[in-house]
């Protein structure tokens, strides 16, 4: 019983760890996603009043 519960144990803290990693991943790729998108609209921004000038 105490080596089913230690694996069940184990188990459950690889996986915390795995989704800690894939969390900071995503915040990674959120953040960098944002900065394109800030960036493009920047750049059309720019075109926007070259065009109006």
Do not use: H, P, Y
Request: overall charge positive; proline content about 0%.
């Amino acid at each position: 019983m105490k080596r089913i519960a230690f694996t069940a144990i184990a188990f459950a803290l690889s996986l915390t760890l795995a989704a800690c990693n894939t969390w900071t991943g995503v915040k990674q790729d959120a953040k960098q996603a944002g900065q394109a998108a800030g960036k493009g609209i920047e750049k059309a921004g720019e075109k926007v009043q070259d065009v109006a000038k």
